[in-house]
């Protein structure tokens, strides 16, 4: 393939433009006869001559490769490709990292990113640098991880021209260093490491031109680790500090901050010893005209600048002198000079700034005034004392000022390295050196000399390191290569530092007496010339050029030499010597080898020391070769940083500025050593997969990829220089996959018109047949149309022919009609005139017959009446004598009393109600009449006194008439005082009661209206409670946010301080290992040790997959027993309905499974319920075992046996009269106590009717048994004393028979009746059973009800809810089953054994008289194996009788159950005995088979215990133990999940039984009344339940971090690359995707992804099965789960955010899918519903995005969609987003821009929008909700297992 090839139609090419330096165009034609027509991207047109074909312009990469994350990935490599590519990745993806082979390039993006977060720090954690997209962390954990891996040291090299974020780089790869060497916090060095950055940057850095905060020295800083990789020290060395910045700065620049931090400081009131003022107050401060820097706050940072000098140990003392220094070089450069007479200068004896400047250095005042205008010349043993002009004066000041500034600089640095330095010595570092870029200005002196050559030495070591990596892939693959020529600037070098070069020639002119710069550019033309690097200007002499790597820059030869020799006066630094201030003296008296390496020379007195000073270029060079030689020792890694554009605007890229940077920087010299070799590299599988389209499919051999990709190959390109087959990977040259593409391109293009060719072919076939058939279908219907026309023709026609012959018949019918109509109505007239006279004839004769008839019946009528009223007068008069008569006889009888009483009997009580309402209306009308007659009196007084009163008036003339009368009147009165003192004592007597019953009123109102005033306030402390509730409501929901809060960082607070003890107990055994040697010491947390039991993992119990929800246990043996697991658990299916309350089936052995998620209900009732059916039926064998026996048996009893059962039989037949009476007594209470039940009381009326027959029956069948008894025992002793032993002839007649006979038909009839009471009872035993069936009914809709209402209440306790309304559906259940009325709760255990018993009894009784019955119609044996007991025997369930060897039923001797307190009772010496078997030596395995928290139920009933006997010192031993103990477990197992899970349920066990059993009324809700009494009564425990409650927390956050750790390799592979839709693949091909995994992480195996979605699912299976194994509260399950979900969506996100080659549709999908089978785990264990499944919320979203239309019309509803993740993580995603195919369009920066400013709203309201990634380390605050248990502490045994002899049950 030649490359004329390439230039067709269509291609798109560079072509190099002044402006753009390259631009994009397009050929219009095919490249012929030298010429190239292209069109650009405006649509102008231009043909290109080019010589030969190597001057073609170079081609455009496809749009596949655009925005790669490494260049040495593009096809095509050169200049306009990487310049394009960084160009696209900065301003369309905003991405600012991008990799160029081993080299990082950074872009400054002149804004905040929100990258370098501690998530962004785990994200990179254990990653390589081809897994994740390019960023600094990546470089930093490439060489963290090599220098663990390699244990090699390490450098990371970050250079760039000023404003490029060298520092900024610097700084976040120490950061990512300081984080991941130690813990999850910072380390007290690692905080000093990071605080030095401020000190360094405000006495380092400087405001520029092109960067606001550049740094004006070269530091490179070796960070020390120690054998466990974390930081233990550091080492800094600096380069060449930017002196002649302290006296001048260039226009738009500034000064170092920390001057103007110290003016800032000044101006707020602070060091006004320091006399500083306004910056612009400041020679040195104000020549740059640009003191602020927007967005930096000066005083804020000095504020910055103090806490770090405070933290690297500088004292507020120290850091006064520093300020001091510092203020005096600023008020030294305000000394003003002025001329003296000649050439002198002098100083002003009233200067201000020197008497400060004296001051604050504590140096003399007149000292310092004459050596800064002198200086002192020695000539051989004379001395003078020559004066400066003005201009050597400013010059000495100047020096002075920068010498002074560089001497404390260097202390500074020395400081912080004594800071940094460790104890021991490290064990390795990494370096980062953070170094000035190549620069070149219109002007360049010393310093642009000395950086340039520091940059040709890192270049030179960069150039060899690449070629270096490349031969050994070239070697490792066994490729053959030729040698690969690059640029080698060694010639350069050896000009500026050879023999007789630049340095060299500098340092003889520096010793010359007279030297001067033009003398030694001079030097320089005529030594020089001879190198090719150098070179003189055409027109300059005072300038001299070097080519170096980067370009040629002129350098003016001025201020070199002074430069070099960095002169200051020595008299000037002996005044500094005798300073008062010890820093200022120390800075100036230090020995040589403390001093740093940046030196300046001291003007000497004498000769001798003259030659022993080092230059500035000697040292630098010195210095420089030490780093090299450091460098060279390490793996170098490297960054180089580009500046965009010099306006400092954000994501702004100026291509003619980058291109210098890429020049200058050595990345295009990286990709022109990649582009030399074979810089595209596939591994067979990977090409194949992509160019599986290139090949036929008998060219495929599954069994060898490579020759298969041979023969792929060998179609395409025919030069066999184009490519290189390696072991693992094939090797392209530059441009050969490009070419590759394009014929896979045009193949699937002709694929695509093929297919399309087919497709129109069908669908234009389909078309004519469609038009054919319809064509066919026309023509039938319309020859059908015309056949029906046709016929519809005839048919009209023949019925016309038919309309016609009935027209005509109609017609005649109707003339016919019309004819019989008028004939018949004729007729009709007739006949009724006829009728209608002889009508009336016959009505006439009809009235004269009526009326005759009322004539004669009204004569008949008078005569009647008048006989009628005759004999009534008659017999009214006989009747009137009679009734007389009578009359005299009754008044007769009316006058006897008799009666009287009998007529008025009736009236008496109403005649004397009568008379008593009479009296009574008579008082009242009495009362009625007295108030009247007052009333009329009352107006007459009135009256009267209105007349005196008139008369009063009319009679104002008669005063002194009236005055004489008065007068007499009083004598009357005087006479008549006596009378009237009564009278008065009766007014006052009477005034004593009104005012008594005013008062008495006054006091009724008063009452009245407090009641009033009472209501009114009651009301209003209604409406206020009303208001305070509401109020209170608002308050405790904002009070459980804040509990929320705070408990989340309180937990936050907890685990960091478990972390710090944890870490101090390590920091302790490491202290004890290195001081107490190998000496072992046993503690009680490996005390577990001894008993040699190892802590391997927990195995289930039965490990089926199929049946994971229910665990299986057999018959349970008391709750502590190794198989009671029946306790923990109880599977729906098998409450308290199924349960066969009539009859128990036999031999009944099923395993009761329970489910593990499910939540327990009401636990203790079903425990002993069960416990009883087990118990009854055990007994039911027993009892039918020894029935068997007893009808087996055939030995009679002896006479003394006989007398034995009689005399029993009698003693119980009293016991079962006493009990009878006392369960009547039983009945007729419970059914007393509910009367209003009619259920209860037709239950116990037919209970009484069926006990009255029973009785009635026993009593018959009694009698009879004895009667026939007693006939024959009579029978018996007869014969045997008549007969002897021939007793047959007894029954010589029969009659034994007979009689036999008439018994057998009473045994009939009583069996009939028998019979006959059963079926009764088993009628209403259906009837039962239909209730109990239509109460499960009931209750199981109650329960769904129960459900719906927990579901959408969403309550805060929905476990209480539930378990409250379990227990009342509960006790329904059981009233229902036993159909009687419950007495208190606490009874009801006691009722249901008490009808358990009874009916025990009577089902045994009725088995009895079954038997007898049957036995009384068998033979005399079976008959006579029951005598002596009517009931055959002993009653079973009181004597216990077991068969001997000899046949003898002996009694069996049974144990009285007795009642326990639940507390075990121990000795105190016996303590930690307990504590180590329950704690230390407890192995999950052995636990996982006892009942759920036995351990903590144990410990709690030894608590109880202390409590009982009010021990205090006992209990708070006990609790300490425990907690120690727990903890000291944990410390040992960490790492084991079973460990951890086991005593984290316990632990929460212990710490709901503590509050259960406290006493307060909050946790006594669901307690019953033994519980209650159960509670602690001497002990308030609190403080140890928060103990227990911190403990937890800590547990929990080791269960989830351990479940975090096992997760998280799996994370990645299973949701991101495991790829479970065949045929859609979404791994983007490796040659593809830039670069590969660095070598040293080959090694790994990671977990394949096809089975990472298994392994993962595998992995929570696991976790579920063993949180539910241990007894774990559900609610806590769901937390765990919750959380390990977000991790796993942090994770995935943040992986995928940092992924490009994720980015496009097709994993979209995959990732989808393989999160639908999270969601699917969630449902299948019941998870779905407490929302877990929501914290995977953003990654699903993610996914959602990649697969989502990316047009206009979709912004809306994409907003919508992506509402969990975050306005940076959308844009993220979106400007990630690349497709997999170059058929696929991609995302255009319009729509990525519509969907920010749409988004714009929502991130108003939105928090941490900086953030880009998710938290990681972000834990949800864990809530361990009361639990309480419903285990009766007095059923708890202890298993024989734990040997646990020392604790007895109390």
Not at 640 to 659: G, S, W
Not at 1600 to 1629: F, R, T
Not at 1634 to 1643: C, I, K, P, T
Not at 1775 to 1785: G, I, K, M, Q
Request: charged share 30%; aromatic share 8%; glycine share 4%.
């Amino acid at each position: 393939m030649s490359v004329r090839e390439l230039y067709v139609k269509g291609a798109r090419v560079w072509i190099p433009d002044p402006d753009q330096v390259w631009r994009c165009a397009e050929l219009t034609k095919d490249y012929k006869n030298n010429i190239v027509a292209v069109v650009y991207d405006d649509a102008q047109t231009e043909d290109l001559v080019v010589k030969n074909d190597e001057e073609l312009p170079p081609l455009r990469n496809p749009d596949i490769l655009i925005g790669e994350n490494d260049l040495t990935s593009l096809s095509y490599l050169h200049e306009p490709a990487v310049l394009y590519n960084l160009q696209v990745r900065f301003c369309n993806q905003n991405a600012i990292y991008t990799y160029c082979g081993i080299v990082l390039v950074a872009i400054n993006p002149y804004d905040e990113m929100p990258i370098y977060g501690p998530d962004t720090i785990s994200a990179y954690r254990g990653h390589s640098m081809g897994d994740l997209d390019p960023h600094i962390f990546a470089v930093a954990e490439e060489a963290f991880t090599q220098m663990e891996r390699e244990n090699k040291d390490q450098s990371i090299i970050v250079s760039g021209e000023s404003g490029a974020g060298k520092t900024v780089s610097a700084k976040y790869a120490m950061r990512y260093f300081a984080t991941i060497s130690g813990s999850d916090s910072e380390t007290q060095i690692e905080k000093k490491i990071l605080a030095s950055n401020p000190i360094m940057e405000a006495i380092g850095n400087a405001k520029t031109t092109r960067n606001d905060n550049s740094s004006r020295f070269g530091k490179y800083i070796e960070l020390d680790f120690t054998p466990s990789y974390s930081i233990m020290g550091a080492n800094m060395r600096t380069y060449l500090l930017e002196k002649s910045r302290v006296v001048f700065q260039a226009p738009d620049e500034r000064n170092y901050h920390i001057f103007y931090q110290l003016c800032s400081a000044a101006e707020q009131g602070k060091l006004p010893h320091l006399k500083l003022s306004h910056q612009d107050n400041f020679h040195y401060l104000k020549q740059g005209s640009s003191p602020h820097i927007d967005g930096v706050d000066d005083a804020e940072d000095f504020i910055e600048t103090c806490k770090a000098f405070s933290l690297l140990g500088i004292n507020e003392g120290m850091q006064e002198q520093i300020f001091r220094i510092l203020a005096g070089i600023l008020h030294l450069g305000n000394v003003v000079l002025e001329e003296g007479n000649g050439d002198s200068s002098a100083i002003s004896t009233g200067d201000k700034s020197l008497k400060t400047v004296s001051e604050l250095l504590g140096i003399d005042l007149e000292d310092i005034r004459k050596w800064l205008c002198n200086r002192k010349i020695v000539s051989g043993r004379e001395v003078f004392t020559k004066p400066m002009t003005l201009t050597e004066a400013v010059f000495s000041r100047d020096a002075l000022s920068k010498h002074i500034y560089a001497k404390l600089f260097d202390w500074i640095v020395t400081q912080i390295n004594k800071c940094f330095a460790a104890k021991a010595k490290p064990y390795r570092f990494i370096g980062v050196l953070d170094i000035y870029g190549f620069e070149t200005f219109e002007i360049n002196s010393f310093e642009q000399f000395c950086i340039n050559y520091a940059n040709e030495k890192l270049q030179q070591q960069f150039n060899q390191h690449v070629f270096k990596l490349e031969q050994e892939e070239y070697v490792k693959e066994q490729i053959e290569w030729e040698f690969i020529n690059f640029y080698d600037n060694q010639p350069c070098i050896d000009l500026i530092e050879s023999k007789l070069g630049i340095l060299d020639l500098l340092d003889e002119e520096c010793r010359m007496p007279r030297g001067s710069d033009q003398s030694w550019v001079e030097k320089l033309y005529d030594k020089c010339k001879k190198w090719e690097h150098f070179s003189k200007p055409r027109l300059s002499n005072t300038s001299f050029l070097i080519a170096h790597f980067a370009d040629k820059v002129g350098y003016e030869c001025a201020g070199f030499l002074e430069k070099n020799r960095d002169t200051v006066s020595e008299e000037q630094i002996n005044i500094l010597k005798s300073s008062q201030i010890a820093l200022v003296h120390s800075l100036f008296t230090e020995k040589e080898k403390g001093a740093p390496p940046t030196k300046v020379k001291v003007l000497p007195t004498g000769s001798k020391s003259k030659q022993m000073k080092k230059t500035v270029g000697s040292q630098f060079r010195d210095s420089l070769n030490l780093l090299m030689m450091t460098l060279n020792s390490t793996t170098p890694h490297y960054v180089r940083c580009i500046k965009p554009n010099d306006e400092k605007m954000a994501f702004t890229f100026d291509p003619t500025r980058a291109i210098q940077q890429l020049r200058a920087c050595g990345v295009l010299e990286t990709v022109r050593i990649s582009a030399a070799g074979y810089p595209s590299r596939w591994t067979y599988n990977e090409f194949f997969c992509r160019y599986r389209v290139l090949c036929n499919s008998k060219d495929i051999k599954r069994n060898d990829m490579r020759l298969t990709c041979e023969k792929i190959i060998g179609n395409m390109i025919n030069d066999e220089d184009k490519f290189k087959f390696g072991r693992t990977k094939i090797f392209f040259r530059a441009g050969q996959v490009a070419y590759m593409e394009k014929l896979r391109a045009d193949r699937l293009s002709a694929c695509g018109v093929m297919i399309q060719k087919h497709v129109r072919m069908f669908l234009h076939r389909n078309r004519y047949r469609t038009m054919r058939k319809a064509a066919v279908t026309i023509q039938k219907y319309t020859r059908g149309l015309k056949a029906r026309r046709h016929v519809h023709h005839i048919r009209r026609t023949a019925a016309a022919i038919k309309i016609q012959a009935a027209i005509r018949g109609w017609v005649k019918r109707v003339q016919y009609k019309r004819l019989v109509y008028t004939v018949t109505q004729l007729q009709a007239h007739a006949r009724g005139a006829w009728a209608r006279e002889k009508y009336q004839h016959m009505r006439r004769v009809r009235a004269a017959i009526i009326i005759q008839k009322n004539v004669r019946m009204w004569q008949a009528v008078y005569h009647y009446k008048m006989a009628m009223r005759g004999m009534i007068t008659l017999q009214g008069l006989v009747r009137c004598f009679l009734a007389k008569k009578q009359l005299k006889k009754l008044k007769i009888e009316a006058r006897s009393v008799e009666h009287q009483r009998k007529l008025n009997k009736g009236l008496e009580n109403k005649i004397i109600s009568l008379q008593q309402k009479l009296t009574e209306a008579k008082l009242e009308v009495g009362n009625v009449k007295t108030y009247k007659e007052e009333i009329v009196t009352l107006k007459e007084q009135l009256s009267e006194m209105k007349g005196v009163e008139t008369q009063l008036k009319n009679s104002s003339n008669r005063v002194s008439e009236l005055e004489a009368m008065v007068a007499k009147l009083t004598q009357e009165v005087e006479a008549e005082r006596g009378e009237k003192m009564d009278v008065l004592s009766e007014k006052e007597r009477a005034e004593k009661e009104n005012r008594e019953l005013v008062e008495k009123l006054n006091a009724e109102n008063a009452k009245l209206t407090e009641e009033l005033m009472n209501a009114k306030k009651e009301e209003a402390k209604k409406e206020g409670e009303e208001l305070l509730k509401r109020k209170y409501e608002a308050e405790k929901q904002q009070m459980i946010m804040e509990y929320s809060e705070e408990k989340s960082s309180y937990q936050r607070l907890l685990k960091e301080f478990n972390r710090l003890e944890q870490k101090n107990e390590q920091l302790e055994e490491q202290m004890a290992k290195m001081t107490g040697g190998n000496s072992h010491k046993r503690t009680a947390s490996n005390v577990s040790n001894l008993s040699g039991a190892s802590d391997a993992p927990t195995e289930l119990v039965r490990d089926d997959a199929s049946e994971f929800n229910s665990i299986i246990v057999d018959d349970d043996v008391g709750y502590g027993s190794v198989r009671s697991r029946a306790s923990e658990a109880s599977d729906n299916s098998r409450n308290l309905e199924s349960i066969d309350w009539g009859s128990p089936q036999k031999g009944d052995t099923s395993e009761i499974r329970i489910p593990v998620p499910e939540k327990v209900e009401d636990i203790t009732l079903v425990l002993q319920l069960q416990n009883k059916v087990r118990e009854l039926e055990k007994e039911r064998r027993t009892m039918a075992k020894r029935i068997d026996q007893l009808e087996n048996s055939s030995s009679p009893l002896d006479d003394s046996q006989h007398a034995q059962e009689l005399i029993r039989l009698q003693e119980l037949e009293m016991e079962n009269a006493k009990l009878k009476d006392d369960l009547n007594r039983l009945r007729k209470s419970i059914a007393d106590s509910e009367p209003q039940n009619n259920r209860i009381q037709e239950f116990m009326k037919q209970f009484e009717a069926l006990q009255d027959e029973l009785e009635r029956r026993r009593e018959e069948c009694i009698q009879l048994r004895t009667v026939l008894a007693n006939r024959a025992h009579d029978l018996r002793s007869l014969t045997q004393s008549s007969y002897g032993k021939d007793v047959d002839i007894v029954n010589e007649d029969g009659e034994l028979a007979i009689a036999y006979q008439t018994q057998k038909q009473v045994n009939r009839q009583l069996e009939d009746e028998l019979k006959s009471e059963k079926q009764r009872h088993r009628e209403a035993e259906t009837e039962y059973k239909s209730e109990l069936d239509r109460l499960r009914r009931d209750n199981d809709r109650q329960q769904k009800l129960l459900a719906q209402n927990l579901t959408k209440g969403g309550g805060s306790q929905p476990e209480t809810l539930l378990q409250s309304e379990i227990m009342r559906l509960t006790s329904e259940n059981l009233l229902a089953v036993n159909i009687r009325p419950l007495q208190p709760p606490q009874n009801l255990q006691g009722q249901v054994d008490n009808l358990t018993e009874q009916l025990k009894k009577y089902k045994r009784s009725l088995k009895a008289y079954a038997k007898k019955i049957k036995e009384s119609g068998g033979t005399g044996s079976k008959r006579s194996s029951t005598h002596g007991s009517p009931y055959g025997g002993d009653p079973p369930d009181l004597l216990d009788v077991a068969a001997t060897t000899e046949g003898e039923a002996m009694p069996v001797i049974r144990k009285k159950e007795r009642d326990y307190m639940g507390m075990f009772e121990y000795d105190r010496r016996e303590e930690m005995q307990i504590i180590r078997v329950l704690i230390y030596e407890l192995k999950p395995r052995v636990a996982v088979t006892f009942l759920p928290g036995l351990p903590a139920y144990i410990l709690f009933m030894c608590i109880r215990h202390t409590d009982h006997i009010n021990d205090d010192e006992k209990v708070r031993s006990l609790l300490n133990n425990i907690v120690n103990g727990v903890k000291r477990v944990i410390k040992k197992r960490h790492e084991d999940l079973d460990s951890t899970v086991l005593w984290l349920s316990n632990t929460l066990r212990l710490l709901h039984n503590l509050k259960q059993y406290s006493g307060d009324k909050a946790f006594q809700a669901e307690n019953t009344v033994k519980q209650n009494e159960q509670s602690l009564k001497n002990f308030d425990l609190s403080e140890y339940r928060q103990v227990l409650s911190d403990i937890a927390v800590w547990i929990y956050n080791g269960v989830i971090k351990l479940m975090e750790e096992k997760v998280q390799p799996l994370i990645v592979p299973s949701i991101l690359e495991h790829e479970a839709i065949a045929g859609l693949s979404g791994n983007k091909p490796g040659g593809m995707r830039g670069r590969a995994g660095s070598v040293a992480r080959e090694l790994e195996s990671p977990v394949e992804p096809q089975k990472a979605l298994d392994l993962l699912l595998k992995e929570m299976t696991q976790f579920y099965r063993t949180l539910a194994m241990f007894g774990t509260d559900p609610e806590l399950i769901t937390q765990v789960f919750r959380q390990i979900f977000y991790f796993i969506c942090a994770g995935s996100l943040n992986n995928l955010l940092l992924r490009k080659d994720m980015c496009h549709w097709s994993k979209g999908m995959q990732i989808r899918y393989n999160l639908s089978h999270l969601e699917q785990w969630t449902r299948d264990m019941r998870l779905h519903e407490a929302g877990v499944t929501d914290t995977l919320a953003p990654i699903i979203q993610a996914a959602q995005l990649l697969q989502a239309r990316k047009t206009d019309d979709d912004v809306n509803s994409i907003c919508d969609m992506c509402d969990k993740l975050s306005v940076s993580q959308i844009i993220k995603i979106l400007n990630l987003y690349t497709p997999a195919d170059e058929f696929e369009e991609r995302v255009p920066i319009s729509f990525i821009h519509k969907i920010q400013n749409k988004l714009q709203e929502r991130a108003e309201g939105e928090q941490a929008q900086a953030t880009l990634l998710m938290n990681t380390k972000f834990a949800f605050p864990v809530r361990f909700p009361f639990n309480p248990s419903s285990i009766h502490l007095e059923d708890i045994e202890l298993p024989e297992s734990l040997n646990l002899v020392m604790l007895k049950k109390v």
